[in-house]
């Protein structure tokens, strides 16, 4: 009990001690803008933030760039925007780990006059109207574009029949969902192309690996996998390697990383949607800095989304 | 019995001086850290981790751990916000979310207690087959938008306190007199010291074990309700290793791993320090790789400094 009577004793007194506020930076300063990305470990994010940080160079903004310590930890980065918002920065963009999860922490940037721009994954816009919620922009491409776009290849690789696997991100990702969604919308039209399995590897290269394996064991016929981003279809690569089965399956990957680039070059990947993280960020940076100066921006920025093989 | 509590004193001082230490240090770094909001923010911020941090204490005070707490929260998030989505009254919604958390502490309480099982086998497989459940439930989709009644229990001030700080005061003063002034307290420490001793002088222990994970599902199912409100979603993949943040705020806390020891004050405490450490670290714009570090250091520090104080109030 006295330790309670202590701990509301000492918040008090540091209510009482709050008048550092005014200590705040004066005019003329440099524009802050945050970057709050879903993660900070995938290849994908890291050009993202590459792009952001040359803008800023360049421009003199300065450029704060934090992520949770989980892609899939929405309550972090929700902490991580009401924190920033604490820092008064001048412009949050922000990659949402939830399409309405994030809607409460961007209410919160709008009460405090802070422009959002939404990048790489869309909000839910219905919800955000519903809500009263504004967000400046979305800088992105259409994931649902990118898996139609692999979908009409499969179709059109062959005309015999040919046995489809999926490997799936995190189920109930945005992100992936979409890329799903137009992959399988896709490869409706082409009758010959069967969907045989679609399993979750969690946007894992260590789990591609592993599903892949047991999809193998399951299904000896197997000619395409289509893998909902890079490193599943790295590690479905690797599994299929170790099965010699190399010749027979035909793998399509999602964000053209490098490794997978490289992998297209020698023939072990067929193809991958490339999308253009650096691009998106230098353009986050772009539209950011142009909010804060009042000028307007369009509500949809598209990024382009191309699917490239050898 | 004196001694014991100038000991706790001791210890909850030692820990409490490492949150004014680390409030003093930001305070220093950013003019950001001690103001009204952020502070008011932090509290809000802390109160998820610290409602779970409750029911973890009690378990970790029997010697036990409860890994399944992060699955246990998805899960009763999900089931609280399908009947609100069926338009099941408020009161009845939160008794189903509460309900569901009971149930599954109380599968495992009983396999642990009954069926002699090491609590961190059975809460390791809770762990799974709770997430599992949530997705099952959902099909893996998120249930989202919540009428304003609800959302005010996360998002609500009474004055200028938010919410979520009141609710888990609240908790934290019923679990503190659940601890310190009742029979069931009594006995949670007496199994965590000496199981056997505790139940050759007559005390149903299987009973009592089997009611503290009850109360670790019960704590979860608190916190999921307040991070529906919050997110106004619930999601089947929420709460992923928040079993680590609550045990470390209980272990920052000073209750000892070898049960028998510990205050919820100290818990209380330990989840301030983790709460003010990720927001000062935010605040600073520290890179989010080095975080990690920080924390993790902070975390083995806050022990080791803890033991120290132990040993020279000896």
């Known amino acids: ?310 | 019995m004196i001694s014991r509590s100038i000991l706790h004193f001791g210890r909850q001082f030692g820990t409490f001086i490492g949150l004014v230490f680390l409030c003093v240090i930001l305070w220093i770094l950013t003019p950001y850290f001690l103001t009204v909001s952020n502070l008011l923010n932090i509290l809000e911020q802390s109160s998820i981790n610290a409602i779970i941090a409750v029911g973890m204490t009690f378990v970790i005070i029997t010697a036990g751990i409860d890994l399944s707490v992060g699955s246990i929260l998805a899960f009763a998030g999900v089931v609280l916000a399908s009947t609100l989505e069926a338009g099941v009254p408020l009161p009845l919604a939160l008794a189903a979310g509460l309900g569901l958390g009971s149930l599954c502490g109380l599968v495992n309480g009983a396999l642990i207690s009954f069926g002699k099982l090491p609590p961190f086998i059975v809460t390791l497989g809770m762990m799974s087959i709770a997430r599992g459940g949530a997705l099952l439930f959902t099909s893996g989709r998120p249930i989202s938008g919540f009428a304003e009644s609800f959302r005010w229990l996360a998002t609500g001030k009474l004055f200028f306190i938010p919410m979520p700080f009141i609710i888990m005061i609240l908790i934290y003063l019923v679990a503190h007199i659940l601890l310190t002034r009742t029979k069931f307290g009594r006995y949670t420490y007496a199994i965590g010291g000496n199981e056997e001793a505790t139940r050759l002088s007559g005390v149903n222990v299987r009973f009592h074990k089997t009611m503290v994970y009850v109360l670790s599902g019960l704590t979860s199912a608190f916190a999921a309700i307040l991070l529906t409100a919050r997110l106004n979603s619930a999601q089947p993949i929420a709460g992923i290793m928040y079993e680590l943040d609550a045990i470390a705020a209980t272990v920052i806390g000073g209750t000892s791993l070898m049960g028998g020891e510990g205050t919820l004050g100290g818990t209380l405490i330990g989840a301030l320090i983790m709460g003010v450490l990720r927001n000062g670290l935010n605040i600073l714009g520290i890179s989010s790789f080095l975080q990690q570090i920080i924390i993790g250091s902070v975390i083995i520090l806050a022990v080791l400094f803890d033991i120290v104080i132990k040993r020279q109030s000896k």
């Open chain 1, 1 to 310: 009990m006295k330790i309670l009577i202590i701990i509301m004793l000492s918040i008090s007194f540091m209510f009482l001690g709050c008048n550092r506020e005014s200590e705040q930076k004066g005019e003329g300063e440099k524009i802050r803008v945050a970057l709050v990305l879903k993660t900070l470990n995938s290849p994908f994010f890291i050009s993202l933030k590459q792009g952001a940080e040359q803008v800023a160079q360049s421009t003199g903004v300065e450029m704060i760039v934090q992520a949770p310590e989980r892609e899939i930890d929405v309550e972090k980065q929700m902490q991580i925007i009401e924190n920033l918002i604490q820092t008064r920065v001048n412009a949050i963009c922000v990659s949402p780990s939830g399409s309405r999860e994030l809607l409460p922490a961007i209410g919160k940037a709008n009460q405090a006059d802070i422009p959002v721009l939404i990048i790489d994954t869309r909000i839910d816009e219905t919800a955000a109207r519903e809500q009263g919620i504004e967000t400046v922009t979305f800088i992105g491409s259409d994931n649902y574009q990118g898996g139609k776009l692999a979908g009409e290849y499969t179709g059109n690789l062959s005309d015999n029949d040919l046995n489809v696997v999926v490997l799936e991100g995190i189920p109930g990702h945005e992100t992936g969902d979409n890329r799903l969604q137009g992959f399988t919308d896709a490869v409706k039209e082409y009758p010959h192309i069967k969907i045989i399995a679609s399993q979750p590897g969690n946007w894992e290269r260590d789990q591609g690996y592993n599903v892949m394996q047991n999809l193998l064991q399951a299904h000896p016929d197997i000619n395409v996998v289509f893998a909902c981003n890079d490193l599943m279809a790295l590690g479905a690569m690797e599994a299929i390697m170790a099965s010699d089965k190399t010749d027979q399956i035909r793998i399509i990957g999602f964000d053209a990383i490098e490794e997978a680039r490289k992998e297209i070059q020698l023939g072990n990947l067929e193809a991958s949607i490339a999308q253009h993280p650096e691009e998106m960020g230098r353009l986050a940076v772009e539209y950011a800095i142009q909010a804060v100066q009042g000028k307007s921006v369009p509500n949809y920025i598209p990024v382009k989304i191309e699917l490239i093989t050898r």
